[in-house]
């Protein structure tokens, strides 16, 4: 008998009980002073994590009322960004239009956290060093070892890789379980869900 769906399960409880809670709390600390302030929050991700910025901006805007947005939520400004000016910067040309102020969040979702050395999820580091120019706050939920994002984030999320064979799927998915842990903070949330 193959074991695989009940060893993912246990490795994925093995993951969940190592993440830092207290960084979860610092987190919502920063964005229920966000929402006070009335900042704005913007998600970036690349691959199943720009799906997941997506989703997640449905959540805090829904549930949490945060003025959140995800610039790859406009595929013709995105794909128009990476032909006309490189995939490096397809995110800060959005992030400069909107304005960012030191009322402001990024929040980035990435299984590796980005490398410059070699060129890795380039378009999330340029994101944060841009945000970071403006004097926006910059948070991450990661994997790995946290990657460039890390060392750059105010507070970082890191997804312990305990089971390295399987990070990306345990990173993506235990990314979706904590961001929904934070739209779902009695400090946080405004609004319940539906069921």
Request: net charge neutral; glycine share 8%.
């Given at each position: 008998?193959?074991?695989?769906?009940?060893?993912?399960?246990?490795?994925?409880?093995?993951?969940?009980?190592?993440?830092?809670?207290?960084?979860?709390?610092?987190?919502?600390?920063?964005?229920?002073e966000l929402?006070?302030?009335?900042?704005?929050?913007?998600?970036?991700?690349?691959?199943?994590?720009?799906?997941?910025?997506?989703?997640?901006?449905?959540?805090?805007?829904?549930?949490?009322?945060?003025?959140?947005?995800?610039?790859?939520?406009?595929?013709?400004?995105?794909?128009?960004?990476?032909?006309?000016?490189?995939?490096?910067?397809?995110?800060?040309?959005?992030?400069?239009?909107?304005?960012?102020?030191?009322?402001?969040?990024?929040?980035?979702?990435?299984?590796?956290?980005?490398?410059?050395?070699?060129?890795?999820?380039?378009?999330?580091?340029?994101?944060?060093?841009?945000?970071?120019?403006?004097?926006?706050?910059?948070?991450?939920?990661?994997?790995?070892?946290?990657?460039?994002?890390?060392?750059?984030?105010?507070?970082?999320?890191?997804?312990?890789?305990?089971?390295?064979?399987?990070?990306?799927?345990?990173?993506?998915?235990?990314?979706?379980?904590?961001?929904?842990?934070i739209v779902?903070?009695?400090?946080?949330?405004?609004?319940?869900?539906?069921?």
């Open positions: 008998m193959n074991n695989f769906s009940h060893n993912f399960l246990i490795e994925s409880q093995k993951i969940l009980s190592s993440v830092d809670h207290q960084e979860i709390e610092s987190l919502v600390i920063k964005l229920k929402k006070n302030e009335s900042g704005n929050l913007y998600i970036c991700g690349l691959g199943g994590s720009a799906g997941h910025a997506s989703h997640a901006v449905n959540d805090f805007r829904k549930l949490c009322e945060i003025n959140t947005f995800s610039p790859s939520d406009n595929v013709s400004e995105l794909t128009a960004r990476a032909n006309d000016e490189g995939w490096d910067t397809i995110f800060t040309g959005f992030l400069s239009n909107c304005r960012l102020t030191n009322k402001d969040a990024l929040l980035i979702f990435s299984v590796g956290g980005g490398s410059t050395n070699p060129a890795v999820s380039t378009p999330l580091i340029e994101a944060a060093k841009f945000a970071k120019s403006k004097g926006a706050k910059v948070f991450s939920i990661l994997g790995r070892d946290g990657g460039f994002i890390k060392t750059i984030s105010d507070i970082s999320i890191l997804i312990p890789n305990l089971f390295p064979e399987r990070v990306t799927p345990h990173t993506e998915g235990l990314t979706a379980v904590v961001w929904h842990l779902s903070h009695p400090d946080l949330s405004s609004k319940p869900t539906k069921w």
